[in-house]
């Protein structure tokens, strides 16, 4: 049986993508004693550095720059005469460095630990064999294949372009068009009110753009807690935000106006139109399963195309695994990272000895708006939909003195935790760094900690962590 027979020799393990899935599967693997293949038909780090989560948060971070240059005078100093303005050619280049940086870290690290690292195509010949396509500097393509005892397919996703938009990179965008995009939009249609779609919105109202969030329900965020969907809502429509509710877009396309002005234009199915200069699409992404050779490999997919894995990511072919974005799991860098070293632990058979299944119910996750969300395990709205009894404790940032410090004391943390052993089962946190405050949950959900747990640790003073141990009391 897979797994029995690979630690003899040096096990063959080929990765195909090098994001987070793909690159810590490789450094783990090859740390336990793996021949390890990577191929990257781009660059190391994947989508995750290129275009999603460090160009996005980067572009956030200067936003709230601006946003902080903005509340001088509740820090009891003057205000400046002159706002801060963007720089759109420095803008580029720190985004440029950030990722330039990282890449070479995640390299550095792949190739420390002996891995091989490929820059090409690949894709499956049969179950084992695995062709790869090279470029040489002139130009010239070198096909070759290579023979795996395992493979892990981390190809990622890219966004979901549909029948109805055609995005020209320069006003009609997808999410991959906007690090900074080549014109800065005085107002643009964000089309999409999930996780991607409101860090959107917040991202270009920082940067003093006219926005309009088009929400095909009534809130916001739609799988978020409403409570917290709610405080999101009223930031946006306290900076001016549009929100155009109950409405699904239906065309996005360029026009000239009556004054000469190109605009985009955004149709809606109840009629409804909106103008604005650009458009960005955020609404969801497809797995790249394409020319991937699954079919001559037998690996199945399911009806999205997401290829269909077991708790160890496995495939339907034992000694093919899938992890991150592909995995039709949770779409999250930390996610898929956790997935490629589950995979990494498997392929080695280290699931014999101590070995902790993924829960994806106990992935944290946030929300890199203003204020920021984030939350983690059991949510209220599903323990009341199944019956199950739980106590709810929250408390509001402005009880807080660090919050009442940071001159920020908007929002709240609320713990979620078994009244009869008071385990700590989930939590959400809505304020100023809440996505780093969440860990603290993150560890009790994981690691079966009580609420106790987090009361009596000593923590410090001043801190926003005070709230989680007062939400805990
Ligand atoms: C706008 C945006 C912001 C996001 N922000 C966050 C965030 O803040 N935090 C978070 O946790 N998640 C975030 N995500 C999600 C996160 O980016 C993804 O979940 C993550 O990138 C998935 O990692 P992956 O390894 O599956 O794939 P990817 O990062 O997509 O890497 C896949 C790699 O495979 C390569 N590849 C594909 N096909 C082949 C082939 N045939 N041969 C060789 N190479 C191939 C690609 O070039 C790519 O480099 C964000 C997503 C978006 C869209």
Redesign the pocket.
């Known amino acids: 049986m897979w797994g029995d027979s690979l630690n003899a020799v040096a096990t063959r393990f080929v990765i195909?993508?090098?994001?987070?899935?793909?690159n810590t599967a490789a450094t783990h693997a090859a740390r336990l004693g793996a021949e390890v293949t990577l191929?990257?038909?781009?660059?190391i780090?994947?989508?995750?550095h290129?275009?999603?989560?460090i160009p996005?948060?980067t572009m956030i971070a200067t936003g709230a720059a601006i946003a902080q240059s903005r509340k001088m005078e509740g820090m009891g100093l003057e205000q400046a005469a002159a706002e801060a303005e963007v720089d759109v050619d420095a803008l580029t280049e720190r985004i440029e460095s950030i990722k330039t940086r990282l890449q070479r870290g995640t390299t550095n690290l792949l190739t420390s630990q002996g891995v091989n690292l490929v820059k090409?195509?690949?894709?499956m010949l049969s179950p084992h064999d695995v062709e790869i396509t090279t470029t040489d500097e002139q130009g010239n393509p070198n096909v070759y294949t290579v023979y795996a005892d395992a493979v892990l397919l981390?190809?990622?996703?890219r966004?979901r372009i549909p029948e109805w938009c055609r995005p020209d990179g320069e006003r009609i965008l997808t999410?991959r068009d906007c690090y900074p995009p080549k014109t800065f939009p005085e107002s643009i249609t964000v089309v999409g009110s999930g996780v991607?779609g409101v860090?959107f919105v917040h991202m270009f109202a920082s940067f003093g753009a006219k926005v309009t969030l088009v929400v095909s329900r009534q809130q916001v965020l739609p799988s978020k807690d409403p409570e917290v969907a709610a405080v999101l809502e009223g930031n946006f429509l306290q900076r001016g935000v549009h929100l155009l509710k109950g409405a699904r877009a239906t065309s996005i396309e360029r026009e000239v106006n009556e004054a000469g002005v190109e605009e985009v234009v955004v149709r809606c199915d109840d009629g409804r139109v909106v103008r604005s200069s650009h458009a960005v699409l955020a609404i969801g992404?497809v797995p790249?399963t394409n020319?991937?050779g699954l079919d001559a490999a037998g690996v199945e997919l399911d009806r999205n195309g997401y290829v269909t894995i077991d708790r160890h990511c496995q495939s339907n072919v034992g000694h093919i695994y899938a992890?991150?974005?592909?995995s039709g799991k949770l779409?999250?860098?930390?996610?898929?990272s956790m997935q490629g070293r589950k995979v990494a632990e498997h392929v080695l058979g280290m699931q014999k000895m101590s070995h902790r299944h993924l829960d994806y119910d106990k992935a944290a996750?946030?929300i890199?708006t203003e204020p920021e969300i984030a939350d983690v395990g059991l949510a209220e709205g599903d323990a009341f939909a199944v019956g199950r009894k739980i106590r709810v404790t929250k408390v509001p940032f402005s009880s807080t003195p660090k919050a009442l410090i940071n001159n920020d004391w908007r929002g709240f943390v609320k713990i979620i935790s078994d009244p009869a052993t008071g385990v700590v089962l989930g939590g959400s946190i809505v304020g100023l760094h809440a996505a780093e405050l969440i860990s603290v949950i993150a560890i009790a959900v994981t690691a079966n900690l009580k609420v106790t747990d987090i009361v009596e640790s000593l923590l410090v003073h001043p801190a926003l962590a005070e709230a989680l141990a007062e939400a805990a009391e």
């Open positions: 195909i993508g090098g994001g987070p899935a793909g191929i990257e038909r781009d660059v780090g994947g989508a995750a290129l275009w999603d989560c996005s948060k090409g195509t690949a894709r981390a190809t990622g996703s966004p999410t991607t860090e992404s790249n020319d991937l992890a991150g974005d592909i779409p999250l860098s930390s996610v898929a996750s946030a890199f």
